[in-house]
Nanobody, 122 residues
Framework: AQLVESGGGLVQAGGSLRLSCAAS????????MAWFRQAPGKEREFVAG???????SYGNSMKGRFGISRDNAKNTVYLQMNSLKFEDTAVYYC?????????????????WGQGTQVTVSS
């Protein structure tokens, strides 16, 4: 499967962005999906995950601000990011694993997109 992220960019603190991850080569319904992010000099961090049956989980600093969703008909996963903060600046990656559950460990995911840069200005 190939994953392609889009929707990143530059936004002011307090603003919103919606990221998209389009999957090809295999139907999205086969996967649990997740978003991770990585800032310079930091480890890759779990942002949000959605299982095959739409079980949803979030990283602690994202709860209440971010929302993950999937549209299997469009083979696309979304990450709605609201109330963005400077510390949300990172490259955001979409990931997929062939499992019922989305997990918080990047090592569990078999497929990755190339990443999209999100920059939040303070």
């Amino acid at each position: 499967a190939q994953l392609v992220e889009s929707g990143g960019g530059l936004v002011q603190a307090g603003g919103s962005l919606r990221l998209s991850c389009a999957a090809s080569g295999r139907t999205l319904s086969s996967f649990s999906m997740a978003w991770f992010r990585q800032a310079p000099g930091k480890e890759r961090e779990f942002v949000a995950g959605i299982g095959r049956s739409d079980q949803i989980s979030y990283g602690n600093s994202m709860k209440g601000r971010f929302g993950i969703s999937r549209d299997n008909a469009k083979n696309t996963v979304y990450l709605q990011m609201n109330s963005l903060k400077f510390e949300d600046t990172a490259v955001y990656y979409c990931a997929a694993r062939v499992s019922i559950w989305a997990t918080i460990s990047a090592y569990d995911y078999e497929y990755w997109g190339q990443g999209t840069q999100v920059t939040v200005s303070s």
